[in-house]
């Protein structure tokens, strides 16, 4: 059974860094894709960062460049999402999701239950 | 990057009724279309895959169609658990990017 567990979210000040973790299970985790998706208070979904399976190719979404780092640890089956200089519209529920392939643009069959992010002083 | 219109952006159906949602791509997807599923306080859940395909353990009660810029996910029979918000995504072209949602609520 696939499973996705996030972790670390918190209440942060503006400015403060933040990392996320997301331990995997179920699958081979080096042959899967993964994404950070988030979404804010009452709002839709948002993809944020995305790593392919070797960890050699990354993409972040431009609200979160210079600012957020994806990486994993193929060897402990962990997705991390490294978040600094936060911001008040950063705060929403991040989710680790699975890609449907190694890489390139697809599909997320399996998602965590999201970790919460609260961006406020 | 492609933007995707889902309509309407709430539709109130009646329990055992039929629900129709449509979702547009600002240009063509092909048959790269998701369908996803979000109960109130959890995460998203797959439903369809490739336009059409249902993910592993959906019911058949769900049913999409469509390719290039037009989709439509169907659900007959409507069933308390089905009321949600449902999103669609394109993963044609990178980045992929998700719908604003519809919200299914009961009639």
């Known amino acids: 059974e696939v499973q996705l567990l996030e972790s670390g979210g918190a209440l942060i000040q503006p400015g403060g860094s933040l990392r996320l973790s997301c331990a995997a299970s179920g699958f081979t985790f080096t042959n899967y894709a993964m994404r950070w998706v988030r979404q804010a208070p009452g709002k839709g979904l948002v993809l944020v960062s995305a790593i392919n399976g070797g960890g050699d190719g990354t993409y972040y979404a431009d609200s979160v460049k210079g600012r957020f780092t994806i990486s994993r640890d193929n060897s402990k089956n962990t997705l991390y999402l490294q978040m600094d200089n936060l911001r008040a519209e950063d705060t929403a529920v991040y989710y680790c999701?699975?890609?449907?392939?190694?890489?390139?643009?697809?599909?997320?069959?399996?998602w965590g239950r999201g970790t919460l992010v609260t961006v406020s002083s | 990057e492609i933007v995707m219109t889902q309509s309407p952006g709430t539709q109130s159906v009646s329990l055992g009724e039929r629900a129709t949602l449509s979702c547009r791509a600002s240009?063509?997807?092909?048959?790269?279309l998701a369908w996803y599923q979000q109960k109130s306080g959890q995460a998203p859940r797959l439903l369809i895959y490739g336009a059409s395909t249902r993910a592993t353990g959906i019911p058949a009660r769900f049913s999409g169609s469509g390719s290039g810029t037009e989709f439509t996910l169907t659900i007959t029979s409507l069933q308390s658990e089905d009321f949600a918000v449902y999103y669609c995504q394109q993963y044609n072209n990178w980045p992929s990017t998700f719908g604003q949602g519809t919200k299914l609520e009961i009639k």
């Open positions: 240009q063509s997807v092909n048959s790269n």
């Open positions: 999701a699975k890609g449907a392939s190694s890489g390139g643009a697809n599909y997320f069959d399996f």
